[in-house]
């Protein structure tokens, strides 16, 4: 199945900024660092768009599927600190506070749901417990206003562009997080999961598992004591350029022995094999991994234009191997990776996945 939704990775929602500025709801402070952020220019954080190009980037993703009812943001600190920049530490949890609100009640306008934060990991514990508290108050003084507010979904993510490529991947701040999240707060309960976009060369995937047996850990400390399960997502299998079609096989073989729910990308399993220059044997085995993984009934997030760019795939391989996944019934949603950096949007995402060209080429 294609669950149309909104997946951004570091750009920021410029249809959702655009909807911002012209509503009454949203006072004028807000309204204008809304404004200042779509014309923002932060290394590899915010698109810089400006004019004319802010106008057709508009009119392309304003297509029949703009609208949603379950919006996803990768990073949502990307939008948040793109608002203000505060000195002081105070300043900076009500800055956050006000742009959730301002976040929520633009959701409600769009008629949005459910909605799926992605929280990246500060460098310390406090730090981040701060910015997931501060997105919770905003998205309940949405609800306080209106009555009503989009469920909201907190998944912490490992950022490569925070934390470097290190293979130590922090672990003692994710094992601090593990024992905050063992207490009853009101923030706690947002915390759904973790989306772990780490290292994803397959040869340097040791501070992965790790990563994962924590999550295990703490999802059997969590069952012991009748609490719900915090689901895992894994970004594995899209660049080719990292590590042999060995040392691929051998993650995801290994990544079996684990309980993961999400494979993002996961692009190394479902393109051709003639793509891969895969022989007989090599293509068994990653035959074996995806039955194994249907079994399991973990899903895929498909980014057909960023996995053009960094697999090496014909287009046709994209509907072409979103039909092996559906042959084996295996759930997977067609995403937007970076969509002002790589010029893409929503609707430009589908047509490539059901037709592997876009009605633009």
């Keep these: 199945m294609i669950d149309r939704h909104i997946h951004f990775t570091g750009s920021l929602p410029l249809w959702f900024l655009a909807h911002c500025s012209t509503q009454p709801w949203v006072g004028s402070s807000v309204r204008d660092r809304l404004i200042a952020a779509v014309f923002a220019h932060d290394g590899a954080r915010h698109a810089c768009l400006t004019g004319k190009r802010l106008q057709n980037w508009l009119k392309g993703w304003f297509g029949a599927d703009h609208r949603s009812n379950y919006f996803r943001f990768f990073e949502v600190y990307d939008l948040l600190h793109g608002l203000v920049h505060p000195p002081r530490d105070a300043d900076r949890r009500l800055a956050f506070r006000e742009g959730a609100e301002?976040?929520?009640?633009?959701?409600?306008?769009?008629?949005?749901?459910?909605?799926?934060?992605?929280?990246?990991?500060?460098?310390?514990?406090?730090?981040?417990?701060?910015?997931?508290?501060?997105?919770?108050?905003?998205?309940?003084?949405?609800?306080?206003?209106?009555?009503?507010?989009?469920?909201?979904?907190?998944?912490?993510?490992?950022?490569?562009?925070?934390?470097?490529?290190?293979?130590v991947m922090i672990p003692e701040l994710m094992e601090g997080l593990f024992l905050?999240?063992?207490?009853?707060?009101?923030?706690?309960?947002?915390?759904?999961?973790?989306?772990?976009?780490?290292?994803?060369?397959?040869?340097?995937?040791?501070?992965?598992?790790?990563?994962?047996?924590?999550?295990?850990?703490?999802?059997?400390?969590?069952?012991?004591?009748?609490?719900?399960?915090?689901?895992?997502?894994?970004?594995?299998?899209?660049?080719?350029?990292?590590g042999t079609t060995e040392a691929h096989v051998t993650f995801f073989e290994q990544l079996l022995n684990f309980q993961v729910d999400r494979i993002i990308h996961g692009t190394f399993l479902w393109i051709s094999p003639q793509s891969l220059k895969l022989d007989r044997e090599e293509n068994r085995a990653r035959e074996a991994i995806l039955d194994a993984i249907a079994k399991r009934r973990w899903s895929f997030d498909i980014c057909p234009t960023s996995n053009l760019v960094l697999t090496p795939l014909a287009r046709a391989d994209i509907p072409a191997g979103l039909d092996r996944l559906r042959t084996r019934a295996i759930d997977f949603s067609v995403c937007t990776d970076n969509p002002a950096i790589l010029q893409t949007s929503l609707v430009r995402e589908h047509e490539l996945a059901i037709h592997g060209t876009s009605e633009r080429e």
């Design 102 to 167: 301002a976040l929520a009640l633009g959701l409600v306008g769009e008629g949005v749901r459910a909605c799926e934060l992605i929280v990246g990991l500060k460098p310390t514990v406090e730090q981040t417990v701060d910015r997931i508290q501060a997105i919770v108050v905003g998205f309940e003084r949405c609800r306080q206003r209106l009555g009503h507010a989009p469920s909201l979904g907190l998944r912490l993510t490992m950022i490569r562009t925070e934390h470097g490529d290190s293979p």
């Design 180 to 242: 905050a999240l063992e207490k009853t707060t009101s923030w706690s309960p947002a915390v759904v999961g973790l989306d772990l976009c780490g290292i994803e060369n397959p040869e340097r995937a040791d501070s992965t598992f790790r990563m994962i047996a924590l999550w295990n850990q703490l999802n059997e400390t969590r069952r012991r004591h009748g609490r719900p399960k915090l689901s895992i997502s894994v970004h594995a299998g899209e660049n080719m350029a990292d």
